[in-house]
């Protein structure tokens, strides 16, 4: 035991220790970010541009260890085109990371502030409208801010600062009336602004054919970590996009659950189960 215990004391004195600790922290850190970026792009179209690079590097490696001369000599002079063009294909994954970076702690929007009863109000008040809207066939885009600031995006609408009630929304989509095209921009249970223009998502992005208003909304839940309630005026269908996925053909009892579970105040402890994302049909809508 005497002779363990010297052991244990000469390794703890030497310098090996640190170097084994520096060793474990830069391991750990490295598979913290490896999952972070697992997670970021997973089930979008960024996995298969992941292939496409990791292709592109295996044949580069491929050339330099076959003394491929020209082949190499293409990749090393196409090495910065290449490093640009993986910056421009994964803007919106780049955005969404430094996005998550930048958060700090329990800092949130004002919506994780609110109690529950004036969130329940809230969610009661959108079912409402939402509902009226449908059978009506009436289109609308409402944004759900959360710790992603929208200010950029309310800016390029009207601003409202009032508070969230069906009727408020009904007369906002009401068809023809001035902000009816725009989308609506909700911060807790005030209406932040509204006739508000969003960021399309890339015909390279999506699978299939949808409406602008579809496109509006998925194009910013790329960007941002807001919640995009779309409705359908052609088919008075409910959709909700959220971190680059589309939610499809909701109910008014399933929407009241997708929004409490994506939205609900971090400072409750018990939350709904996330809801299951479903891959989207090919349909077209609008």
């Known amino acids: 035991m005497d002779v363990i215990l010297r052991d244990i004391m000469v390794f703890l004195q030497s310098g090996d220790v640190w170097r084994h600790v520096r060793d474990l922290i830069d391991i750990g850190l490295v598979a913290f970010f490896l999952y972070r970026l697992f997670l970021l792009v997973r089930g979008t179209q960024a996995v298969q541009l992941m292939f496409g690079v990791l292709l592109l590097?295996?044949?580069g490696l491929l050339a330099n260890l076959l003394d491929l001369r020209l082949l190499s000599w293409i990749f090393r002079n196409a090495a910065p085109a290449i490093l640009v063009g993986i910056i421009v294909l994964f803007q919106p994954e780049?955005?969404?990371?430094l996005d998550q970076f930048g958060r700090i702690g329990f800092i949130g929007r004002p919506l994780s502030h609110?109690?529950?009863q004036i969130f329940n109000r809230m969610i009661d008040e959108v079912i409402r409208a939402t509902t009226k809207l449908t059978q009506r066939f009436t289109g609308a885009l409402i944004v759900f801010e959360k710790e992603t600031g929208l200010e950029n995006y309310a800016n390029s609408g009207i601003r409202i600062n009032g508070e969230l009630t069906a009727e408020f929304l009904e007369a906002i989509f009401f068809p023809n009336s001035p902000l009816h095209d725009g989308a609506v921009i909700v911060r807790g249970n005030q209406i932040l602004?509204?006739?508000?223009?969003?960021?399309l998502a890339e015909e390279g992005t999506v699978r299939e054919r949808m409406g602008?208003?579809?496109?509006?909304?998925?194009g910013l839940s790329m960007q941002t970590d807001a919640v995009v309630l779309i409705l359908s005026?052609?088919?008075?269908?409910?959709?909700?996009?959220?971190e680059g996925k589309l939610l499809r053909n909701l109910d008014p009892d399933r929407l009241r659950q997708v929004l409490t579970s994506l939205?609900?105040?971090r400072t409750e402890i018990h939350r709904p189960p996330l809801p299951v994302w479903r891959r989207p049909p090919g349909a077209s809508v609008r």
């Open 57 to 59: 590097a295996l044949i």
């Open 263 to 265: 939205l609900q105040p």
């Open 233 to 242: 005026e052609e088919l008075g269908q409910i959709a909700v996009a959220h």
């Open 94 to 97: 780049i955005r969404r990371a």
């Open 114 to 116: 609110y109690n529950l």
């Open 193 to 199: 602004a509204a006739g508000c223009v969003l960021p």
């Open 212 to 218: 602008t208003r579809h496109r509006a909304g998925l």
